[in-house]
């Protein structure tokens, strides 16, 4: 299952049912799950521990050092999980000792084509990148979260779960759980409907949702007293407590409401 034209490190730990393509470069410290596909012209480096039934597609780049200008060279990480698809030209790289040392991928993942994960990034479970989306360095995705092509998300970010990015958009501040943000810079144009529809979250809970988004963005007030005012909402909700916990949580501040001539 190993073509004898690819180039495989001594010290490499490859698993069971493995295949890895011709030109294939896996380094040192590399960790391959059972039944990852590999492909052609793949570059592998570690310290990097790859899950179970990974599909990895031709000309990766994956756990490469970052380019970061604070890196020196430390032993960091990339962690992945099971049953994700990276595509073709996809870059995902190590941490930091600046940051938390490692970059995490979680499970169930689709990565298209040329998408990049920087640094220090974490991705949790069933998150779509589309081509040529990018997240820098330190920037935490949630669950479900997806992303048009060629989205643009800045260091130190955090995109909710089941929020959706769309296309080109340039997001420059948190965004909260189940909320679709668009336009560049990016504002939030209304509560990502499909991706729930596509999940079975439950109709009181989309009705939940909406009535929060609104206290948030429609009603002109602080978050403090939006987030008072939600409360209640989010004992009888998870999917609230979700949402209010994204905005509760943020560094940055969370993205606000799109307006005429922003974005469009």
């Not at 990895?56 to 380019?67: K, M, N, R």
């Not at 049953?83 to 941490?95: A, F, K, L, S, Y």
Request: proline share 5%.
């Amino acid at each position: 299952m190993i073509d004898p034209r690819a180039i495989v490190d001594p010290t490499a730990v490859i698993g069971a049912d493995v295949s890895i393509g011709p030109w294939t470069i896996v380094g040192a410290n590399v960790e391959i799950g059972d039944g990852c596909r590999i492909a052609s012209h793949v570059i592998l480096k570690g310290p990097t521990r790859i899950g179970r039934r990974n599909r990895i597609f031709q000309f990766a780049t994956v756990g490469e050092d970052t380019p970061a200008l604070a890196y020196q060279g430390e032993p960091t990480t990339l962690q992945i999980g099971d049953d994700n698809v990276i595509r073709e030209g996809v870059t995902i790289h190590r941490g930091t000792v600046q940051g938390q040392g490692r970059t995490v991928i979680g499970n169930h993942n689709l990565l298209m084509a040329y998408v990049h994960v920087g640094h220090d990034c974490t991705l949790g479970n069933h998150v779509i990148m589309a081509n040529n989306a990018s997240v820098s360095g330190h920037v935490v995705v949630g669950d479900c979260a997806n992303f048009g092509g060629y989205a643009g998300i800045p260091q130190y970010r955090r995109v909710g779960a089941h929020a959706h990015v769309g296309g080109m958009s340039l997001v420059l501040k948190d965004v909260p759980a189940f909320v679709t943000v668009s336009g560049n810079p990016a504002g939030a144009v209304g509560l990502n409907i499909e991706g729930m529809r596509r999940r079975g979250i439950a109709d009181p809970a989309v009705t939940a949702l909406r009535e929060a988004y609104r206290i948030v963005y429609g009603q002109g007030l602080t978050v403090k007293e939006a987030l008072d005012e939600i409360a209640p909402l989010a004992d009888l909700h998870p999917e609230v407590q979700l949402f209010m916990s994204s905005v509760a949580e943020s560094r940055w501040g969370i993205i606000r409401a799109r307006r005429e001539g922003n974005g469009d």
